[in-house]
Structure formats: C-alpha cells, structure tokens
C-alpha cells in the first residue's frame, strides 16, 4: 500500500525539464522534485559542473544557475550539456540571456517579472523562442524585487501583489499562446508565503515552484522552509521545492529531501529514531544516535533505526523498527524486526548495529 499522505495533490499541468538522461516532470501527477542553486561563478565551468555534481549526488534533481554576465551566458552549453540534471538559467535583468539559454540547451528559464526592464515588449519573441526549443519558463516572482506599479498599488510586497504581478506575467505569455510555464511568489516571510502560494493555487493551474526567500543560516533557514513547505505541501500545493540556506546548497538538498520524506511524499530512505533521552537513560543517547547516524551515512534504503535510551519506551520503539537497541545497565538489547536477537555489551552496541544495517540492505538488494 503506498505510504498515507495529508492531503490530495492540487490539480495542475505538467511541463517538463528536458535533459538527455534524467529529463524532469513538474507538475501533474510528477513527484515532488527537489532543486538548488549553484553558488560557483557560473563562468567557472569546472566548479560549477564540479558543485552541481555533488549536488546531483545529495539527491539534487534540478539545478539552476545565474547568468548575470555575458560570460555566464557563453558558459551555459557546456554546463547545460554536462550536467546530469536539468539546468535553469535564472536570467535578470536581461533578456538576450534568455535567448542564449535557450539557444545553449539548458532545461528552463527563469525569469523575474520585475527586474527585467523592457521584458514585456520581448514576451512575444521569447515565447515563440521557449516554444520551438520546448522549454519552459519559470515566472519567479521575489518581494524583494516586486514591479514598482505593483509595489505603490499595495504599498508592499503584500501576498495579493506578489501573486497580481506573477499573474500578470503569466497574462503576457498567454497572448502569445505559451503555457509552458511554472510560478514561484518567494517572500522571507513564511506567513506571507504561505497566503500567496494559496491564493496563487486558488487562481491557476500551472505547476508551483515552492520558496522562502532568504530565509537565513541554515537553523533558521531550514525552520522556515519547513513550517512554509509544510503547510502548503499538506494540503497538496507544491510541484517543486527550493529551500534556501545561507549555507553550502548540498545542505539545502538534504533538507528538502528531509521535508518530502516525512511527509511521505517521497519514499522514506534511512531513518534514525533516537530517543531525546531523560533522566531515566542509562547511556549516553546522543553519542549512540550520533554514532549509529555516522555509521549508517550514505546508506540509501529505506530503514527505521531505534536508538533508545533505556528499557521503558526502548523494547516498543526498538520492537517497532526494523532494527533497534534498547539501552539499560551497560548493555544493548538488539531488535531485528521485532524480535530481541542478541544482548551485547555497551561498547559493542554501534558496530552490531552498522553491521547488522549493512547486512540487511544486502538482503534488501541496495547499497
Ligand atoms: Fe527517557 Fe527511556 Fe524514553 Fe529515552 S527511551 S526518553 S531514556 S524514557
């Protein structure tokens, strides 16, 4: 049976990312992907296709890049060809950009209606371009750089103008036919994010791109796009997700990764439940947690782990999970699937577990 979710998907249409191995699907019955942004000088094609591998490794599905300068734009067929996910041009400011992504292979554009000066008289040659090449283009409407008309109609980057100016955009693009599109309203604020991205939901059918923007340090970044993502993906809004850290984007990866597993929205892979440990622990439950997490890093299936701390909640939890130890007076009772298999010694507890981890996802056929 497939994992229970909170909510049914919203009804959108489907665009897809192209790529030569791993093309992607945003919207429709498409999985929830995950994406990030390369923080290399996208000119430094070696560290940019160097750091979108890493990210492709952390489970990274789209990847998007700036182009700010001329010199980005010259960059992007290389990139655009050796990545092995789909790449986005996130164009400012500039439309020729837009054209050189396109003509440079990359997956999608981005573009942000109220930066790009003289954008609307382009819409049509744009359209026209996007639509012969087949690519999408994201409208990724940002507070911070909401169109100015819009800005003293509201007053500020209230929900109603971040979704007036994205729908708006989208209104240009309609008139030349092109439908190719998906929709972000990022604001630093996960309240005002959340209305948006709900009255956006409300308003059209296209595909949503999910956001906070500057959302801070990782703590509180992840807190954020968490409580944000949370809301809407719970009541079945969100087509793709991008949390964003001032952190190294791998992070950012792990975390939207994180976001869609629990809410099963993507297969759960490794899960480690640790208990918080209390005044009733007879080990030391957070070096336990933390060493059973080093140990099992990297392993990819779907496995729940029980790390406890005594013989109180331990047997349940430990019995509950597919493997587990229940802690108490210097030994570690081990459960496989429910059943008591062995009592070792408190030193041996982290090397039974990694072992016996490694041994079942042999059995399970993965790595
Ligand atoms: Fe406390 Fe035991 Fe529960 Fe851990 S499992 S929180 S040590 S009661």
């Not at 929709?183 to 595909?207: E, F, G, W």
Request: hydrophobic share 40%.
């Amino acid at each position: 049976l497939p994992a229970p979710v909170l909510a049914p998907r919203r009804v959108s249409r489907k665009i897809t990312l192209r790529h030569h191995s791993h093309p992607v699907e945003v919207g429709g019955d498409a999985p929830i992907s995950v994406q990030s942004m390369t923080t290399t000088r996208t000119d430094d094609v070696n560290a940019t296709l160097q750091q979108i591998a890493e990210l492709t490794a952390a489970g990274c599905q789209v990847v998007r890049v700036a182009v700010p300068s001329q010199d980005d734009a010259d960059a992007l067929p290389q990139i655009a060809r050796k990545s092995g996910i789909p790449v986005i041009a996130d164009i400012h400011f500039q439309p020729k950009y837009v054209f050189a992504a396109i003509d440079a292979g990359c997956a999608g554009v981005r573009v942000n209606p109220g930066n790009i000066k003289q954008f609307d008289d382009k819409v049509g040659e744009i359209a026209r371009a996007a639509k012969d090449a087949g690519i999408p283009i994201r409208i990724g409407v940002n507070a911070g750089s909401l169109d100015k008309r819009l800005l003293e109609k509201y007053g500020k980057a209230t929900p109603e103008a971040l979704v007036e100016s994205a729908l708006w955009e989208c209104s240009l693009f309609e008139e030349h036919d092109f439908r190719d599109i998906k929709i972000s309203v990022k604001h630093n604020d996960p309240v005002v994010m959340v209305t948006a991205y709900r009255l956006l939901a409300a308003q059209c059918d296209y595909p949503l791109h999910l956001g906070v923007t500057e959302a801070g340090p990782a703590f509180q970044g992840t807190i954020k796009s968490s409580v944000a993502f949370g809301a809407l993906l719970s009541q079945g809004i969100g087509d793709t997700i991008r949390v964003s850290l001032s952190a190294p984007p791998v992070e950012e990866v792990k975390v939207g990764n994180q976001i869609l597993e629990s809410l099963n929205l993507r297969k759960r892979g490794l899960e480690i439940v640790s208990c918080p440990s209390c005044g009733r622990a007879q080990v030391d439950v957070y070096t336990l947690a933390e060493q059973v997490t080093a140990g099992l890093e990297g392993l990819t299936v779907p496995l729940r782990v029980a790390v406890m701390g005594c013989v109180v909640n331990g047997p349940g939890e430990a019995r509950e999970a597919d493997l587990g130890v229940a802690s108490g007076n210097g030994k570690g009772q081990i459960f496989k699937r429910g059943e008591v298999v062995m009592t070792v010694p408190e030193s041996q507890i982290v090397e039974t577990l990694v072992e016996m981890a490694l041994e079942m996802a042999e059995e399970m056929g993965v790595d």
